[in-house]
């Protein structure tokens, strides 16, 4: 059985070929939940590092849709991982309670599929804040 108290990579279905082109699809069979949200961020500059905080109950997948995204990940109990987003048919699983740090090449474009609706209260910004909650 999957462990969603930790990050991972899915690989959604890659459809097509390099004749005509691809599809890759998201829904209910290969997600780990049901989603309320969707957004895209892109034009981040190089130099700019997103992120920067922890959600008490919001998981997410990250997938980078065009260019290449790192994004740095910590648990609680100190568990770091480094990922590197750069096909369009890998998602980032990102688990609640999971601080998360992100750098972007210019033309990167990243969707995220989230399982709540934005709400300011569930996040966690404060570093110190979120190492509290490993004790
Ligand atoms: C995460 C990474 C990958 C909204 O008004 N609605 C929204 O749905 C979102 C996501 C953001 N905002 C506003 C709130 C802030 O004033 O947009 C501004 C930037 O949001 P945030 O600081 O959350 O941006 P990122 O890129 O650091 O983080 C976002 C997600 O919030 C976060 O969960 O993992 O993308």
Known sequence: MKDYT???LIEFPKIGGSALGYISVAENENLPFVPKRLYWTYFTPEEVERGGHSHYDLQQILIAVAGRIQVTTELVNGDKETFLLDKPNVGLYI??????DMKYTHNAVQICIASIEY???DYIRDYSEFLKHGR
């Open 6 to 8: 930790k990050p991972f």
């Open 95 to 100: 688990p609640k309670m999971c601080w998360r």
């Open 119 to 121: 709400d300011e209260k």
